[in-house]
């Protein structure tokens, strides 16, 4: 059974720091993707990461993966006010389209 | 955006009674999924599709049951809504090495 562990589940940072986000996953998985949460909207898709070693970056966020460790992380860069939301990491489960998604990490950034 | 509504997107309703959550794509992708959201979760699914008439169980599959009879609309339903399943619920497309989400359904059995 594939599990999905997100640290740290609450994140409060300033703005102009650097901070990064860790999705841990138990189980062999063929790709991973990041979502983006607003409160009381929907799932906005961030990044597919799809081989190790992947790395994706846009604008304040990058994302890569390392199958082997089974880790995914998500750096932010010099946070502003506008990237507060929830992000959650969804790895696939092996060999299908299913995803199995973390809690999330409420990502909060203070001016 | 992805062509996904889903209907209706605000609903009460008593415990006991049945529940049908509508989820309408333009894309024509094969692939369909239900999840629930709720606090302290993430997502979970519920139900998904892979194609017409072919649905399968996800991780939180009791008490829901889910048709799709055009490769447009996917239906769940909750035949005896129960307090345990207000949630908000989204429904899913998958489309080229993506998913992409509608804007979810905030039911709220009493």
């Known amino acids: 059974e594939l599990k999905v562990e997100q640290n740290p589940l609450f994140l409060s940072m300033q703005e102009g720091k650097n901070y990064t986000i860790y999705c841990n996953y138990s189980?062999?998985?063929?790709?991973l993707y990041w979502y983006r949460q607003d409160p009381g909207k929907s799932l906005e898709s961030l990044f597919v990461l799809l081989s190790n070693g992947a790395v994706k970056q846009e604008g304040r966020l990058m994302a890569s993966l390392d199958t082997k460790a089974r880790l995914s992380t998500l750096h932010i860069t010099a946070a502003v006010h506008d990237l507060s939301a929830t992000y959650f990491c969804?790895?696939?489960?092996?060999?299908?389209?299913?995803?199995?998604f973390g809690k999330g990490t409420k990502l909060t950034v203070n001016p | 955006d992805a062509g996904i509504t889903q209907s209706p997107r605000h609903k009460v309703t008593e415990t006991g009674t049945p529940v049908t959550l509508r989820c309408h794509q333009t894309e024509n992708h094969r692939y369909m999924y239900w999840y629930r959201q709720d606090p302290g979760h993430g997502l979970r699914l519920i139900h998904y599709?892979?194609?017409?008439?072919?649905?399968d169980k996800g991780e939180v599959s009791d008490g829901y049951s889910v048709s799709r009879s055009k490769t447009e609309d996917f239906l769940l339903t909750l035949e005896s809504a129960t307090s345990s399943q207000t949630s908000v619920y989204f429904c899913?497309?998958?489309?080229?090495?993506?998913?992409?989400f509608g804007p979810g359904t905030r039911l709220t059995v009493t």
């Open positions: 899913a497309i998958e489309g080229e090495n993506e998913q992409y």
């Open positions: 599709s892979y194609g017409v008439k072919d649905t």
């Open positions: 969804a790895p696939s489960k092996g060999g299908s389209e299913k995803l199995v």
């Open positions: 189980t062999t998985s063929d790709r």
